[in-house]
């Protein structure tokens, strides 16, 4: 093949991408980028430079605060034209400009165009099914949307119009999104990050809504698909096959990266959340189910086809790797009294991590092994877990359950003080039991902290102390000296645990702690500090979330009526309770009314009238009305003649 045929097969088609630095876009623009997979074939070698608006300056692909004659000569110049109003609602108006824009100069077009409108399944959120059926692309003309959507599926019928005037020359594409996930999160990025903080999984209503779901990757693959195969049809719902509820999601989410606790909530408390727009609010109250038909038609490489929960694992590596949040895991290690108690915690305090021991793991097994054997039996083997070399397998299996915990394995861990020996580490972070070394690798640290000091300076440090923590540390005098004895022996053999780390290309530092100068403690922290980085704290979400001011508006009236709305109830609840006492009140004020009159009949007319009606019976008269009145007459306790 010719040099300048070469250059026509593999010439990059041009295309435009609406807010560049958006979170679905972002992902478009680095599928579209990616190399074809089957690049060895010139013949289907296509490239593609993405160009779009967006407020990153740095980058020549990026047009900032275009005027609309210099974004619609852009426009013309490109083959395709993405517009993406999945996630902001203001770009509607954008994109309806740009789709006519496009269409009233067809007669300047020299050579076939692309348009791609990316829109939300919020805009079937209202329609009904016959026996309760999944929702399809067949049933366009009859579906219903959220009334807060209405100019949305204006806008895709708008562009599936525009596309059937002259489609060889403008052919037009409505791809609707389910709701997005993945690449660090965006709508779910709520529950992920107050999971991954340890904080309770809250679910605002019963959560029995069923929500359509789909992966950034694939959507973007999907977009990636319409683009190269131009199919016959022009709406296009973009959803993965499954059929999972809110419930489902948030229970994922939490087993996944905390306790698996979710705690329910009244639904209005949704609109309080401050980290969440409003399209996302009501993207959470979806109950929806679809089906896309002509997605199956296409060439689709997925990544999570079977949905979230079905690929929790995968969803929560992504989170961490794009939100900066891979565990941090150390050991730090030195003899007694050189301060790796008080080193550890203020790393985990600046850190975020857990702090782990040996001695605390061991006197609390039960929150680590729910199977384990009684506390009091694996103490048995433990008489001093700080230098003591007889570690039992037992209190070596509870502690590397600590490391293997979801806690540990998504925030990281500071080992201190242990292992003591190489036989030790080789035991924690040794293959697994079925031989496999994948788990054991990630909980091996990858950094390594070695304090040390004199053993005049640790001896001096101990002679300081208030005797109450001497006692409480185990710093006697002779248990102070052997334990000084046994750290200082385990390190002077030729494998110590500090090989095993050095075999491993485990990061170390090793520090001489002096006897208190403040400078010196402050250069020790500089070092510790440029060792490990800056601390790998949950960011705050990359993208913007498309507020404007009508949806600030929006929000403060549903914050409001979410606020009368529980006052209301608070009121009622409160008016209950105060008439429940009023009743009670009133009934007791009629029991004293009526009390002196129930004790006048039981005592003076109740014992005649029965003798009366008694006597009656007796001699049944012809009237017995009259008999019986004449009888308490003369029986009448008041009368005296």
């Known amino acids: 093949m010719s040099e300048p045929q070469r250059e026509s097969v593999t010439r990059a088609r041009r295309v435009f991408l609406n807010n560049i630095d958006s979170y679905s876009s972002r992902t478009i623009t680095k599928v579209l980028s990616e190399e074809p997979e089957n690049a060895s074939q010139l013949s289907r070698t296509e490239t593609f430079q993405v160009v779009g608006t967006g407020s990153d300056q740095s980058g020549d692909a990026r047009l900032q605060d275009p005027d ?69 692309e067949e049933i366009l003309r009859r579906r219903r949307g959220h009334p807060s959507f209405i100019q949305l599926m204006d806008l895709e019928m708008r562009v599936v119009r525009l596309g059937k005037s002259n489609p060889a020359l403008f052919s037009t594409y409505v791809v609707a999104s389910g709701l997005q996930y993945g690449m660090g999160e965006h709508i779910f990025y ?6 991954w903080l340890g904080m309770e999984a809250e679910m605002f209503g019963d959560g029995k809504n069923v929500v359509p779901t789909i992966h950034i990757s694939d959507l973007a693959r999907i977009v990636l698909s319409v683009i190269r195969l131009q199919p016959n049809v022009s709406y ?9 509820t809110l419930e489902n999601i948030v229970k994922a989410i939490s087993s996944a990266l905390g306790s698996g606790k979710v705690r329910k909530k009244p639904a209005e408390d949704l609109f309080l959340l401050e980290d969440m727009s409003m399209s996302a609010i009501r993207s959470m109250q979806i109950n929806l189910q679809l089906e896309a038909i002509h997605i199956k038609n296409l060439p689709i490489s997925w990544r999570c086809e079977s949905g979230l929960v079905e690929n929790m694992q995968l969803v929560l590596e992504e989170f961490l790797q794009n939100r900066g949040l891979l565990p941090l895991r150390l050991c730090v290690l030195g003899p007694p009294a050189v301060g790796t108690t008080t080193v550890s915690k203020w790393i985990c305090e600046d850190y975020r991590l857990h702090h782990v021991t040996l001695k605390d793991v061991i006197a609390q097994p039960e929150e680590v092994l729910k199977n384990s054997d009684p506390a009091e039996e694996l103490l048995i083997h433990l008489q001093n877990p700080e230098e003591s070399t007889d570690v039992s397998d037992e209190q070596m299996e509870i502690l590397r359950a600590k490391l293997k915990s979801i806690s540990c394995r998504n925030q990281g861990f500071v080992l201190a003080g242990f292992p003591h020996t190489y036989e030790h580490a080789k035991k924690l972070f040794g293959e697994e039991a079925d031989g496999s070394s994948s788990l054991s690798r990630m909980i091996l640290p990858e950094f390594v902290l070695c304090l040390d000091a004199s053993d005049s300076i640790l001896t001096d440090r101990v002679m300081e102390l208030p005797q109450h923590l001497v006692q409480q540390l185990g710093y006697q005098p002779e248990d102070f000296l052997r334990c000084l004895a046994a750290y200082r022996e385990n390190n002077s053999v030729d494998k110590t645990v500090l090989t095993y780390y050095e075999e491993r290309n485990v990061t170390a530092l090793h520090l001489e702690v002096t006897s208190g100068e403040e400078q010196a403690n402050r250069l020790v922290k500089e070092k510790i ?66 009390g002196p009159m129930k004790s006048y009949l039981q005592e003076h007319v109740m014992p005649v009238l029965t003798r009366g009606l008694i006597h009656c019976c007796r001699r049944q008269p012809p009237d017995p009305v009259d008999f019986l009145s004449e009888f308490l007459f003369q029986n009448s306790p008041f009368n005296t003649s």
């Open 68 to 136: 609309r004659d210099h974004l619609l000569s852009c426009l013309l110049k490109c083959q395709v034209v993405i517009y993406d109003i999945s996630q902001e609602a203001e770009q509607v108006e954008a994109a309806t400009w740009a789709v006519t824009a496009l269409h009233a100069r067809m007669d300047q077009f020299s050579e076939p165009k692309i348009f791609v409108l990316l829109s939300t399944v919020m805009t079937w959120v209202s329609s009904s099914s016959p026996a309760a059926l999944p929702f399809t």
């Open 190 to 195: 709520s529950y992920f990050k107050n999971s």
């Open 236 to 244: 296009l719902l973009a959803v993965d096959s499954s059929s999972c």
């Open 529 to 594: 500090l440029n060792m490990l980085g800056p601390p790998r704290l949950l960011s705050p979400p990359k993208v913007e979330d498309g507020r404007n001011e009508a949806e600030e508006k929006l929000r403060r009236e549903a914050k409001e009526k979410a606020e009368e709305t529980r006052s209301r109830a608070a009121l009622w609840q409160e008016w209950t309770l105060r008439r429940g006492q009023m009743k009670r009140q009133e009934e007791q004020e009629l029991e004293d009314l009526t």
